[in-house]
Nanobody, 115 residues
Framework: QVQLVESGGGLVQAGGSLRLSCAPS????????MGWYRQAPGKERELVAR???????TYADSVQGRFTISREHAKNTVTLRMNSLKPEDTAVYYC?????????WGQGTQVTVSS
């Protein structure tokens, strides 16, 4: 099993930046895929970005060029840096880990972008 502890998030004005961090209970070197999803009110949960153990990264079209996902091995965390935030980025953001073919989720952290 994998427990995920998220931190970061909060309220920011449009154009601002935030950083989300996710700390898994296992070494990130043992977790094949880690990523961030988000869910806005009345909408389905959607992929924001994910990182593979091999170093690859995938982004949603809506965040490409603005968000960066990275694995910080020294801290054993996965970080999502969010720049040029827009009101439509407002959502609850969830950390995800795919470990031994099972999905694990964090508790979620709120990101609110004011216009």
């Amino acid at each position: 099993q994998v427990q995920l502890v998220e931190s970061g998030g909060g309220l920011v004005q449009a154009g601002g930046s935030l950083r989300l961090s996710c700390a898994p209970s296992r070494s990130i070197l043992s977790i094949n895929v880690m990523g961030w999803y988000r869910q806005a009110p009345g909408k389905e949960r959607e992929l924001v970005a994910r990182s593979t153990i091999g170093g690859g990264a995938t982004y949603a079209d809506s965040v490409q060029g603005r968000f960066t996902i990275s694995r910080e091995h020294a801290k054993n965390t996965v970080t999502l840096r969010m720049n040029s935030l827009k009101p439509e980025d407002t959502a609850v953001y969830y950390c995800n880990a795919n470990f031994q073919w099972r999905d694990y989720w964090g508790q979620g952290t709120q990101v609110t972008v004011s216009s």
